[in-house]
């Protein structure tokens, strides 16, 4: 899901809430004709999502007769919203989500499953690239969404620092340390890696990309193992990054929006970000030309420990499903048909900075750039998939709240070693398996 200082998942009795209905989403104010959509915040602003969407769904209606009634909600509040619309059955015929609540939300009942005569009718499971689907529901199962906006991590690099400092993109993990001791003056305020450190979910994320380089399982069946060794070495991988490396600025510890990150490397504040592919939008539109900045694979472990995996990214991104009480079934999958037409793609991504999730769209100029090129082959050879499980919504608020701690405890200078990441992990361990 896209990375966007997304605030605490609901709590785990609300989720519970959410995952006992059976009923949600259609407004039942909506008419026929109209459809409530739920839109999350792919842009700037709230403001710019409205300004894109708007024109696209006059278009919509203009086609169709349908008129869209459009919300746009900020990552912090868009899980809660739409667990309470599972909870009450009050909420939008159409809604976005981010990919790795798939599964957790198909567990609620509330959605309509794409079947095979269900996706059909939004042009098929041929329309999209593979991969994206991999994240849109459990496996074995009719997906509960499809997706809409497709997301990969990689490594951003500032071309004038590299330079400067007479090196080159890394190609392991080791490579990128090195590199960015050498990139770090502290005198200059100037780093070798920038990171939100406040955003749980990027926590999440990179513990589970870390972890997978080292070999680790998140889940056994439904029982975590969240304190593996394995994954007490990937989430030290990355947290070492501040804790012990000492290449990451103290006072990111408390980023929580990327667009404070985008501003920084902009002006030159360090050199190297982990982000994911949106970031190409904003990086410019602070001022730094496409010509300053390089993008690369985030780069793995060279030797993998054993049982360890080619992990640079997940199969990030944003899906769009339907409420299966909406009062306009066959009008909300044409809106989801054509918010992921081909022409819509190359609009909305090309906007927003992120990927097709359809493959005509690739034919148009914008999307075969180096950069592109990247994410696409990250996305093709060196992306896993997230837990597709009801328990994965969990996991990120644990987990990822957990690494949030330990970033903020290294950053006031306790000491952040194995032992101390492994207590915390199995605390998040213990919470899991109790339902807390």
């Not at 024109?55 to 990552?75: D, H, M, Q, R, S």
């Not at 994206?132 to 009719?142: D, E, H, R």
């Amino acid at each position: 899901m896209k990375a966007r200082g997304i605030a605490a998942l609901a709590a785990s009795a609300m989720l519970a809430a959410g995952l006992a209905a059976c009923g949600s989403g259609g407004d039942n104010k909506s008419s026929p004709k109209t459809l409530t959509y739920w839109a999350s915040n792919q842009g700037r602003s709230i403001q710019q999502d409205q300004q894109v969407l708007g024109p696209e769904l006059k278009k919509f209606e203009a086609k169709t007769g349908i008129k869209v009634k459009l919300e746009v909600i900020g990552w912090p509040d868009l899980l809660n919203r739409i667990l309470a619309a599972t909870s009450s059955g009050q909420g939008p015929d159409v809604v976005n989500v981010g990919n790795t609540w798939s599964a957790s939300l198909q567990a609620t009942g509330a959605f309509q499953a794409f079947d095979d005569a269900t996706i059909a009718k939004v042009g098929g499971k041929a329309k999209f690239i593979p991969s994206t689907l991999t994240s849109a529901g459990a496996p074995g199962k009719p997906p509960a969404f499809v997706p809409i906006y497709g997301l990969a991590y990689g490594l951003f690099y500032n071309k004038k620092l590299f330079a400067d400092a007479g090196i080159k993109p890394p190609q392991t993990w080791q490579d990128l340390v090195t590199d960015a001791k050498k990139l770090t003056v502290p005198a200059k305020k100037q780093y070798g890696v920038g990171m939100l450190g406040a955003s749980y979910t990027e926590g999440s994320h990179f513990a589970f990309m870390f972890g997978a380089q080292n070999g680790a399982k998140l889940f056994d069946g439904g029982q975590p193992g969240f304190d593996s060794p394995q994954m007490v070495a990937g989430v030290k991988q990355y947290v070492n990054l501040l804790a012990g490396d000492k290449v990451v600025d103290p006072t990111d510890a408390e980023y929580v929006n990327d667009s404070d990150l985008l501003k920084d490397f902009a002006k030159g504040r360090f050199g190297m970000m982990m982000i994911q592919s949106y970031a190409t939008a904003g990086i410019q539109e602070n001022g730094m030309k496409a010509s300053e900045f390089g993008v690369v694979p985030i780069p793995v472990l060279n030797p993998l420990p054993a049982g360890g995996r080619k992990v640079s990214s997940h199969v990030a991104g944003i899906n769009i499903g339907v409420f299966k009480n909406t009062k306009n079934k066959d009008g909300a999958l044409k809106l989801v048909d054509f918010l992921t037409s081909p022409d819509e793609q190359k609009i909305l991504n090309g906007t927003f900075g992120d990927l097709p999730v359809v493959p005509e769209a690739y034919n148009d100029p914008k999307f075969q750039t180096p950069e592109i090129q990247t994410f696409k082959d990250v996305l093709a050879n060196s992306a896993e998939t997230l837990p597709m499980i009801p328990q994965e919504a969990q996991f990120e608020t644990l987990v990822g709240n957990t690494v949030k701690q330990l970033i903020a405890d290294a950053a006031s200078g306790k000491t952040v070693d194995d032992q101390a990441i492994k207590n915390q992990l199995t605390a998040a361990n213990k919470k899991m398996q109790s339902g807390g």
